[in-house]
């Protein structure tokens, strides 16, 4: 069976505002070609700085916007296809966590009910099915039953955040999008919410795509880690490879700036020097150039492809992935 998770090419412009006449409009490339795949029981990583994408990638892949191009496939089924009770059936399989549990629980419902809407959007409880499924939530996230009768304006953020996962473990999905799922939290609150990321993977089989700017938290959780620079993946590699030996240079300048012996340490912004161009007009050829220690002319001409190394990691750029190596592997392919 193929993975649980491929995106191909997947693509998102967003025009800004409305042109005149035969004139062009703006657009903002916020996700340019992006193509990856998420096995059953696996944590994807996207690691970059913000205004790289990786939200826009977040939204696409739980369908809350269309892609410009390309496709999103669960179980090798395009979700973009998926009607009535085939679309109802993947709306169960995949959920999401945000980065503030807070904006997304509705303040006048109880713990209680927040937790279990989610099944009682697909089947009647009975009040005692539903105080018997909250309160197993509540324990599956390391809360006491007890939480149940109160508002999220009563709890903490750490709490909060656990109650968010608890709403996703709701309908026992298959793969969770935790786009930021921790960076609003305090470092011991945040290593708490990992561990238990990491404590359901292991008994429930939940695949991760987890997006994150924070390093700390990559290399903790993260099987693989996909890089994005302005909206393309520039790096994807097994997590222990990428921070033993990173090939990319912005992949390079990211772990440089962010050396991380204590994985709840390390929160950067922008550790590059200089900033991420905009995704209006984004630089010609590699659009890491204008930031980039190596670059040779034809960086600024030509988009490097992303080509596969021998460890299994795939780079895109002139210099430390030339696309010889790319010709040379097939030449060993054809015989
Ligand atoms: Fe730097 Fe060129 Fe490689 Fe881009 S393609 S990362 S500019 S060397
Ligand atoms: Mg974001």
Known sequence: SGPLLKVENLTKHYPLGTGFLNK???????????????????????????GCGKSTVARL????????????????????????????????????VFQDPYSSLNPRLTVEK??????????????????????????????????????PSELSGGQRQRLGIARALALQPSLIIADEAVSALDVSVQ???LNLLLDLQQQMGIAFVFIS?????????????????????????????LFAKPVHPYTEALIAAAPIPDPTRVRLEAPVEGEVPSPINP?????????????????????????????????????????????????????
């Open 24 to 50: 062009t409009i703006p657009v903002v490339r916020a996700v340019e070609d992006v193509s990856f795949s998420v096995e059953a029981g696996e944590t994807l990583c996207i690691v970059g700085e913000s």
């Open 114 to 151: 927040i937790i279990t809407e989610p099944v009682e959007n697909f089947e009647r409880l009975s009040r005692k099915q539903r105080k018997a499924l909250a309160a197993e939530l509540l324990r599956k996230v390391g809360m006491s039953p007890e939480m149940m009768n109160r508002l």
């Open 283 to 335: 630089p010609s050829g590699c659009a890491f150039h204008p930031r980039c220690p190596i670059a040779v002319e034809r960086c600024r001409i030509d988009v490097p492809p992303l080509v596969p190394m021998a460890d299994g990691r795939v780079v895109a750029c002139h210099v430390r992935a030339p696309v010889t190596d790319l010709l040379e592997q097939s030449n060993v392919i054809a015989g």
């Open 61 to 96: 892949l739980m369908r809350l916007v269309e892609p410009t191009a390309g496709r999103v496939l669960i179980d090798g089924t395009d979700i973009a296809g998926l009607k009535k009770n085939a679309l109802r059936a993947w709306r169960r399989r995949m959920q999401m």
């Open 213 to 241: 700017h924070d390093l700390g938290v990559v290399e903790h959780i993260g099987h693989r880690v996909a890089v994005m620079y302005l909206g393309r993946i520039v790096e994807l590699a097994p997590c222990e490879a």
């Open 191 to 193: 290593a708490q919410i």
